[in-house]
T-cell receptor, first 114, second 114 residues
Framework: DAGVTQSPTHLIKTRGQQVTLRCSPK?????VSWYQQALGQGPQFIFQ???????QRGNFPDRFSGHQFPNYSSELNVNALLLGDSALYLC?????????????FGDGTRLSIL | GNSVTQMEGPVTLSEEAFLTINCTYT??????LFWYVQYPGEGLQLLLK?????DKGSNKGFEATYRKETTSFHLEKGSVQVSDSAVYFC?????????????FGGGTRLMVKP
């Protein structure tokens, strides 16, 4: 049973560029959330997708956008990259249900901005 | 808004010592509470959870009790091993959310020496 998979593992970009990160949820899960984890800090919620729509959004600018596909996989897009966007980006999946459904995390994509 | 506060690390212990990592929270509703663990270079793994007051979550020798009167969810283990060295995150999911967005604390690094 495959868990949450993310690609790529590492990515290096320069300021002003755009990046796309990908996530495949755990088998049986239909909800995908994205988190940003800066070095030495806890993860911060970016947004959550369910039924191909953004359902919740954290305090992140519009430069951060996403998409969910019919097979439940998801993409995170970041435009006009800033140095402060350097972080580990984590994808988490769960199935729609009571609010206390635990989320399962992938190993993340390490994004470095030069 | 919701928030989670953890004791700052690193916490350094000798093998077989007793572990406590403090966690307190602020939430508007009746949250579910979680502990996640992050090993170097990996994503987050769910360690344990509790969904209502006085519930005790437990897994792999770790325990935490949901204390509504003190808004706390402290993590404990009676005898730590070198393999427990990792970063531990306390998190909550609020009933008021449409989904199951997680709010994390800043993390506590545990280092266990042989």
């Amino acid at each position: 049973d495959a868990g949450v998979t993310q690609s790529p593992t590492h990515l290096i970009k320069t300021r002003g560029q755009q990046v796309t990160l990908r996530c495949s949820p755990k088998s049986g899960h239909d909800t995908v959330s994205w988190y940003q984890q800066a070095l030495g800090q806890g993860p911060q919620f970016i947004f959550q997708y369910y039924e191909e729509e953004e359902r919740q959004r954290g305090n992140f600018p519009d430069r951060f956008s996403g998409h969910q596909f019919p097979n439940y996989s998801s993409e995170l897009n970041v435009n006009a990259l800033l140095l402060g966007d350097s972080a580990l980006y984590l994808c988490a999946s769960s199935f729609k249900g009571p609010y206390n459904q635990p989320q399962h995390f992938g190993d993340g994509t390490r994004l470095s901005i030069l | 808004g919701n928030s989670v506060t953890q004791m700052e690390g690193p916490v350094t212990l000798s093998e077989e010592a007793f572990l406590t990592i403090n966690c307190t929270y602020t939430a508007t509703g009746y949250p579910s509470l979680f502990w996640y663990v992050q090993y170097p270079g990996e994503g987050l793994q769910l360690l344990l959870k509790a969904t209502k007051a006085d519930d005790k979550g437990s897994n792999k020798g770790f325990e935490a009790t949901y204390r509504k009167e003190t808004t706390s969810f402290h993590l404990e283990k009676g005898s730590v091993q070198v393999s427990d060295s990792a970063v531990y995150f306390c998190a909550l999911s609020d009933q008021g959310n449409a989904g199951n967005m997680l709010t994390f604390g800043g993390g506590t690094r545990l280092m266990v020496k042989p």
